[in-house]
Nanobody, 116 residues
Framework: VQLVESGGGLVQAGGSLRLSCAAS????????MGWYRQAPGKQRELVAD????????NYADSVKGRFAISRDNAKNTMYLQMNSLKPEDTAVYYC??????????WGKGTLVTVSS
């Protein structure tokens, strides 16, 4: 499985961005997917994840009510709609996919910078 993130960039505080994660390869084996982020000097943390069918989602407290995760299995793509962005959301955002065997795959990340 290969994962490629896109949609990052520079945005002012209060603005919005939508990240995409395109999966290729053995996409039929993908179970749960998620978005993680890593700010400078900090550990990578879970932002949100979503079940294969999209019916179950989980969010970090810091993004609840502002971010929305979704996936389109027909397009092998996962999304993260980010609204009301704050400077503390600045980080490299990574896409993660876990297959039914428990093997995890990671993308290379996309940088999101929120200016105050």
């Amino acid at each position: 499985v290969q994962l490629v993130e896109s949609g990052g960039g520079l945005v002012q505080a209060g603005g919005s961005l939508r990240l995409s994660c395109a999966a290729s390869g053995s996409t039929f084996s993908i179970n749960r997917m998620g978005w993680y982020r890593q700010a400078p000097g900090k550990q990578r943390e879970l932002v949100a994840d979503i079940s294969k069918g999209g019916g179950t989602t989980n969010y970090a407290d810091s993004v609840k009510g502002r971010f929305a995760i979704s996936r389109d299995n027909a397009k092998n793509t996962m999304y993260l709609q980010m609204n009301s962005l704050k400077p503390e959301d600045t980080a490299v955002y990574y896409c993660k996919a876990v297959n039914f065997g428990g093997v995890a795959y990671w993308g290379k990340g996309t940088l999101v910078t929120v200016s105050s």
